[in-house]
């Protein structure tokens, strides 16, 4: 099956830096990846969508120069939190899609910002 | 708007027990709608799915069928096992599947008990 990894699997980092998580499609081409957030106890929320070469659309209420999103390839988009806070500290999960084919979720990335 | 309810939890059961995880789904046209289940600690793992009204999509002795005339999807299983203690989403998506975001539900928590 199709694989979705994502890299670190978990970060502390100090507040005011910036993190960026990595979420690669290992064995297929991802024309679109998704990003979500999911507090503890709670449902995911979609944070923003990105199509490869393209700028990322993010969902109302996020805040795109907070939440950076690059997807630089079919096989890759990262998810760069800056300036992080400690309201930051959350699990981010990215899923990878093709056209008319499912999703497939990463194992998610555990961030806690000191 | 697309959107998905389903029952709160948490929910507990002994081992072998019947399950009923209700989810309902407000939608225009004919979505997609999935299954998914989250293990502690892990990402979310496609469960099962159905594309289409009177479809059953069923995996590891989950089954869900897709009734278009009563807008659901309920997740059933007739004999659960500890090693099912997770956490459920019921989700959908527009008929193209991997490239249209996810709608989740709220997410019940099953327990099951030796």
């Known amino acids: 099956g199709a694989v979705v990894s994502q890299h670190p699997s978990w970060v502390i980092c100090k507040s005011g830096t910036s993190v960026k998580i990595e979420c690669r499609s290992l064995d297929f081409q991802a024309t679109t990846m998704f990003w979500y957030r999911q507090f503890p106890k709670q449902s995911l929320m979609l944070m923003a969508t990105s199509n490869e070469g393209s700028k990322a659309t993010y969902e109302q209420g996020v805040e795109k120069d907070k939440f950076l999103i690059n997807h630089a390839s079919l096989t890759l988009s990262t998810l760069t939190v800056t300036s992080a806070h400690p309201e930051d500290s959350s699990f981010y999960i990215c899923s990878a899609g093709q056209d008319f084919n499912e999703q497939f979720f990463g194992p998610g990335t555990r961030l806690t910002v000191l | 708007g697309n959107s998905v309810t389903q029952m709160e939890g948490p929910v507990t059961l002994s081992e072998e027990a019947f399950l009923t995880i209700n989810c309902t789904y407000t939608?225009?046209?004919?979505?997609?709608l999935f299954w998914y289940v989250q293990y502690p600690g892990e990402g979310l793992q496609l469960l099962l799915k159905?594309?289409?009204?009177?479809d059953k999509g069923s995996n590891k002795g989950f089954e869900a069928t897709y009734r278009k005339e009563t807008t659901s999807f309920h997740l059933e299983k007739g004999s659960v096992q500890v090693s099912d203690s997770a956490v459920y989403f019921c989700?959908?998506?527009?008929?193209?599947?991997?490239?249209?975001?996810?709608?989740f539900g709220k997410g019940t928590k099953l327990t099951v008990n030796p």
């Open positions: 989700a959908l998506s527009r008929p193209r599947g991997g490239s249209e975001k996810l709608v």
């Open positions: 939608a225009t046209g004919y979505p997609s």
């Open positions: 159905a594309t289409k009204a009177d």
